[in-house]
């Protein structure tokens, strides 16, 4: 299934005081230099990366860089970074249109999440080179699933080759309409309605009782779980989740509001926790890996009062960010926020390094190896919501 990743927008953070004695103006001056400098160089970084290989890695970083950027009132830059984007997008989809199904499927997902990501980011110019490329996968993919299913049969190989491309033909509906690509969901539907008729019939001609009942039994499962997936991505397509997360923005509660509501919140835990993990080659969904250590972060999560989501931790009045290696496979960003008793012992308990706020505002928080990507947050429960 697609793993989706829907990210917050980083909120312009208060500039690192060089010198309590230079004027407001001077200090803000020398703040945007530093500003553009840094942004500069995160840029240039990654396009380098972009040149070294066709894969999306560099296009989550041109995200942030361009986010940045237009925070910090920095146009031109921006707009180089939408460029570079715009061009590892084109790059990426291309390549995939002729490599196999597993290895699309993962640029498909990469796309996915890439689109809720410059979508809460606000990054507007990317948007019809994502759908662009998008539309391209699901068309090849589509037509992949399809050849696949041609040669389907009952002979116990062939039928579980055939239940797995029909798998697949699930997960493309549901990532059209998480994308809200309704004329290809509604077409990746038809085609999906009509092989699982013929798998049916197919399976009723298989001789043995057992083996018949449990070759239809997991036909119906596997539709099962498709109207599930589809459900699913229709009640938290992008739309749907990108007005939920601005809503949650502006509702947020701000430190100046009151004295009270920091007492109110003073017994949960307010770091906001990012892990990323190093996945094998082509990182999927499907990885059992990734599904174990998922389940083991939500679970510890939820343990220690905070929620797991899949957005990013918001960065609005971020103290600084601790980024730790917890392992040769697994980093770790926790976002400590200004106020908090946890910011307050947080900077003599980080092991790795601080990222400042300074260093956040000009090129945001990513994890030190670049091969990680993001697979949770733990989050504080959200002002007004009770733990359920």
Same mark, same amino acid.
């Given at each position: 299934m697609v793993v989706v990743t829907a990210h917050f927008s980083r909120f312009a953070l208060v500039a690192l005081m060089l010198s309590a004695a230079l004027p407001a103006a001077a200090q803000n001056q020398t703040a945007q230099a530093q500003s553009a400098r840094e942004l500069r160089a995160s840029l240039d970084a990654a396009k380098s990366q972009a040149a070294?290989?066709?894969? !999306?890695?560099? $296009?989550?970083?041109?995200v942030g860089i361009a986010e940045a950027a237009q925070n910090s009132g920095l146009a031109e830059l921006g707009k180089e970074a939408v460029g570079t984007l715009n061009m590892v997008l084109n790059r990426a989809a291309q390549a995939a249109l002729s490599v196999p199904v597993e290895d699309a499927q993962d640029t498909l997902d990469q796309l996915v999440? !890439? $689109?809720?990501?410059?979508?809460?980011?606000n990054i507007s110019g990317a948007e019809a080179v994502l759908q662009k490329s998008l539309r391209a996968l699901f068309t090849k993919l589509l037509g992949d699933v399809r050849l696949a299913l041609a040669g389907a049969n009952t002979t116990p190989e062939a039928w579980v080759k055939a239940l797995t491309s029909l798998g697949v033909l699930g997960e493309l509906q549901a990532a059209a309409t998480l994308m809200m690509q309704e004329d290809l969901s509604s077409s990746i539907a038809g085609v999906y309605d009509a092989e699982a008729a013929r798998l049916d019939g197919l399976g009723r001609q298989i001789a043995d009782d057992a083996e018949r009942e449990k070759a239809l039994g997991q036909l119906g499962e596997l539709r099962k779980i498709r109207q599930e997936q589809v459900t699913d991505a229709r009640a938290n397509n992008l739309a749907t989740v990108t007005a939920e997360? $601005?809503?949650?923005?502006?509702e947020a509660p701000k430190d100046e509001d009151s004295a009270e509501s920091e007492i109110d919140i003073s017994d949960i835990a307010m770091t906001c926790v990012e892990t990323g993990v190093i996945a094998p080659a082509a990182m999927t969904?499907?990885?059992?890996?990734?599904?174990?250590?998922t389940a083991k972060l939500e679970e510890d999560c939820m343990m220690s009062g905070r929620i797991p989501t899949e957005n990013r931790c918001p960065a609005r009045d971020v103290g600084f960010v601790c980024r730790e290696a917890v392992d040769d496979k697994t980093e770790r !960003?926790?976002?400590?926020?200004?106020?908090?008793?946890e910011e307050r012992s947080g900077r003599e308990g980080c092991k790795g390094e601080a990222i400042s706020a300074a260093q956040l505002q000009a090129a945001g928080a990513a994890f030190k190896n670049t091969a990680m990507r993001r697979i949770l947050s733990c989050a504080p429960v959200p002002a007004g919501r009770g733990q359920d």
């Open positions: 070294e290989t066709v894969g !999306l890695d560099a $296009a989550y970083e041109l999440d !890439l $689109a809720f990501f410059t979508r809460n980011s997360l $601005a809503k949650t923005a502006r969904s499907n990885w059992d890996g990734l599904q174990d250590i !960003l926790t976002f400590f926020y200004n106020g908090t008793p």
